[in-house]
C-alpha cells in the first residue's frame, strides 16, 4: 500500500474533526441547523489553517443525501465525491493560477445551468485577491444576482486586495493561525493513532516552527518519521529543522546577567562564523525576554513539556522584573535600528554592550552622586553621565510601574504593568542619546560581518551541500529545499522538481523566501523554477536512507556481538524493539 502523507490522510472530514476553529465551526454549525444559507462565504487565514478543508465539509452540508445539515452523513455518493474529489457540483478553483477573465466568465457560464447531481453548485476559488479586475467584476455580476442554486466559497490570505464590493456580498469568517498547544495536541493524537512513537519536546519544536499552519505541521512531521526511521526523536527534529538552536541566547543572557563584556563579544564572534543572522537574533533575544517575563509572572505560563523550560525558568530567576523590561526595549530598538548600524554586527553588539552600561549602573549603589557633580578622573565621568541617563530610565519605569498600581488597583494584571512599563521606558531609552556615547571608546568590535558571501560563488551543482551548509536556518524553507531534487542550473536560473507528496511547501511565500536565500548565496539574481513530479533523489530522502543503513549497521553490530549473542542463546535475552540507536 503506498504511503499516503498525514496531512491528506488527517484531513478533518467533519466539523467536529476539525481542529482549532471552534468559533468559525459553531457558527457555520448553527447557520446550517437553522437553513440560514448565505450564497457566497468567505474564508480568510493564512496558510494550512484549514480554508480547504472547511470548504469541502461545507459543500458536504450542502449537498449530502440525508439533507442540509451540519453532521454530514459522510457515506453517502456526494459525501464520498467530494472527500475524494470527485463531485461533479464541486468545483475547486486556484486563482492563482486562473487568474484571468476566461476562467472566471467559463466557470460564470457553467454555473447558470442547474447542478447535475447534488441540491447546489459549489464553487471554491482559493487565493481570490489573485483575480484580475476584469475577472472580478465578471463574478461581481453573479454575485449581485446569484442564481438560487450557486454557492460561492471564497477562500484569501491577503483579503486587504479583494475589492470592497465583493467582501460587502460575503459572510466573512476569519481562520485563526493555529496555537502551537493545539498542533502538539493534534499531532500526539495523530501520531498515537498511527502507533508512532514521540518525544514530547520534539512535537512542540514541530508545532513552533509550523507557525499555525496544521499542514506544515503534519508535513513536518512525515519528515521526521522518515527520518527518524518511523519515530519523532527531538534530536532527529533539531537537526532536521536546522538545529533552530538557541542555545546561544542563553549563552548572551547568561553573560549579560555575570557583566561579561568580553564574553559577550566572544559569543558575536562565534555566531559571526556560524552566520547567525544578527537581525533575527535581536528579534529572537526579545521573544526569549518576553517568555522570560511571563515566566517571572506565571510560571505555569511555561508549559511542563517545554523542551527549555528548566532553562528559560532559571535565567527568570536571575534577573529582575526592571532589567527583563529594559533589556527586551533595548533589544526591540536595537533591531529597529539595526539598520542605521553601520553593518548588522555593530548593530548587534553595541545592543548588548547598551545592556551592559544599563546594567552597570543598575548595580550601582542608589547614593552615587548624581550626573554632573561628577569625579575628577575622565572616566568616572564618563560613567556618571553614562549612567545617570540609564538610573533615570529606570527610576521612570519603577515610578511608572508604581502609579500604574497605585492608580488602577482593581487591574493586577500583569500585562497592564507591562504595557504602561514598556511605553515611558522606550520614551526614556529614545530620549537619552547619551548612554551610546561610553562605548565609542570600547574596542572595536574585532571584525566587521562579513560579506563576502555575497560575492558571486563559482558552485559545484552539489544541492544537499548548499542546503545543509546554507540554507540551514530557514525552518520551513529548508523543509522546502530538503525536498527538491535539482534538475538544471547555470549562471541565472535555476530548476528545482518537487515530488507530488511535498509539494504543498512550494507555497509562493516559501518559494520566495528559498529564492532570496539563493539570492543571497550567490550573489545575483537567479531565476528559480519549481517542477512538480515524481518524487526523486532529494537531500531528505538521502538522509532518511543514510539513516536508515547506519540504523541497520548498528543493529548488525549488535547482533553479531559475541556476548550479546551469549546472552540471547544462553540467558534467553531478547532486543528491545527500536533499542538500538546508532552513535553519530
Ligand atoms: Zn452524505
Keep these: 500500500m503506498s504511503y499516503q ?43 494550512g489553517v484549514g480554508k480547504t478543508t472547511l470548504s469541502r465539509i461545507l459543500a458536504k452540508s450542502l449537498n449530502c443525501a440525508t439533507g442540509i445539515t451540519a453532521t454530514p452523513c459522510g457515506e453517502c455518493d456526494a459525501c464520498r465525491a467530494i472527500d475524494i474529489g470527485r463531485y461533479v457540483d464541486y468545483v475547486e478553483m486556484d486563482a492563482a493560477s486562473n487568474r484571468g477573465i476566461a476562467d472566471m466568465v467559463s466557470l460564470l457560464e457553467q454555473a447558470i445551468y442547474a447542478p447535475s447531481a ?19 467584476n465578471a463574478m461581481l455580476k453573479t454575485l449581485e444576482e446569484p442564481p438560487a442554486h450557486v454557492k460561492f466559497i471564497l477562500a484569501t490570505t491577503d483579503p486587504q486586495k479583494v475589492p470592497v464590493t465583493i467582501l460587502s456580498r460575503c459572510l466573512q ?14 499531532l500526539q493524537d495523530v501520531l498515537g493513532q498511527e502507533q508512532i512513537t514521540f518525544e514530547a519536546p520534539a512535537l512542540q519544536l514541530i508545532a513552533r516552527a509550523a507557525n499555525g499552519s496544521m499542514r506544515d505541521a503534519l508535513s513536518l512531521t512525515d519528515q521526521a518519521i522518515a527520518y527518524g526511521n518511523q519515530s519523532v526523536r527531538e534530536t532527529d527534529v533539531r537537526s532536521m529543522l536546522g538545529a533552530i538552536d538557541q542555545s546561544y541566547l542563553y549563552e548572551l543572557l547568561r553573560a549579560l546577567i555575570a557583566n561579561d563584556a568580553p564574553a559577550l563579544l566572544d559569543i558575536a564572534q562565534q555566531m559571526d562564523s556560524r552566520s547567525i543572522g544578527f537581525e533575527s537574533a535581536l528579534k529572537d533575544l526579545a521573544a526569549l525576554l518576553h517568555l522570560l517575563a511571563i515566566a517571572q509572572h506565571n510560571p505555569q505560563a511555561i508549559a511542563d513539556d517545554h523542551p527549555e523550560r528548566r532553562t528559560l525558568l532559571e535565567l527568570s530567576s536571575q534577573l529582575s522584573a526592571e532589567m527583563l523590561q529594559l533589556y527586551y526595549q ?196 537567479i531565476k528559480l523554477t519549481i517542477q512538480v513530479g515524481q518524487e526523486a533523489n532529494t537531500p531528505a530522502r538521502q538522509m532518511a536512507v543514510e539513516k536508515a543503513e547506519l540504523q541497520d549497521q548498528a543493529k548488525d553490530a549488535i547482533l553479531s556481538d559475541h556476548f550479546v549473542q551469549g546472552l540471547m542463546q544462553e540467558m534467553g535475552a531478547t532486543i528491545v524493539p527500536n533499542s538500538i540507536k546508532p552513535l553519530h
Design 5 to 47: 502523507v498525514l496531512a491528506r490522510k488527517w484531513r478533518p472530514k467533519s466539523f467536529s474533526s476539525l481542529v482549532g476553529q471552534d468559533h468559525v465551526v459553531q457558527a457555520l454549525s448553527n447557520a446550517l441547523s437553522q437553513q440560514r444559507l448565505h450564497h457566497a462565504y468567505l474564508f480568510t487565514g493564512t496558510r
Design 118 to 136: 447534488g441540491r447546489f453548485k459549489v464553487y471554491m476559488i482559493d487565493e481570490v485577491h489573485m483575480l484580475t479586475k476584469e475577472a472580478f
Design 173 to 186: 469568517f476569519n481562520l485563526r493561525q493555529m496555537a502551537s498547544s493545539t498542533i502538539t495536541a493534534h
Design 330 to 525: 533595548i533589544s526591540i530598538l536595537g533591531h529597529r535600528d539595526i539598520g542605521l548600524a553601520p553593518d548588522a554586527y555593530a548593530g548587534f553588539t553595541m545592543t548588548l554592550l547598551r545592556m551592559l552600561a544599563f546594567k552597570a549602573d543598575a548595580m550601582a549603589p542608589t547614593s552615587a552622586a548624581p550626573a554632573g557633580n561628577a569625579g575628577s578622573t575622565e572616566n568616572n565621568a564618563r560613567a556618571t553621565s553614562a549612567s545617570g541617563g540609564a538610573r533615570a530610565a529606570l527610576a521612570q519605569s519603577r515610578q511608572a510601574a508604581a502609579q500604574n498600581v497605585q492608580q488602577e488597583p482593581a487591574s493586577t494584571t500583569p500585562v497592564g504593568l507591562m504595557e504602561t512599563t514598556i511605553s515611558v521606558t522606550e520614551a526614556a531609552v529614545i530620549n537619552q542619546p547619551v548612554i551610546e556615547s561610553p562605548q565609542t571608546e570600547e574596542p572595536a568590535p574585532a571584525q566587521p560581518v562579513s560579506n563576502n558571501e555575497a560575492e558571486t560563488v563559482n558552485w559545484d551543482g552539489n544541492w544537499r551541500s548548499l542546503v545543509e551548509n546554507h540554507l540551514s536556518k530557514l525552518g520551513l524553507v529548508r523543509a522546502l529545499a530538503q525536498n527538491c531534487e535539482l534538475v538544471s542550473y547555470d549562471a541565472d536560473q535555476m530548476t528545482l522538481r518537487i515530488g507530488d507528496a511535498h509539494k504543498h511547501l512550494a507555497s509562493t511565500n516559501y518559494l520566495d523566501k528559498l529564492n532570496s536565500a539563493l539570492n543571497n548565496y550567490f550573489g545575483r539574481r
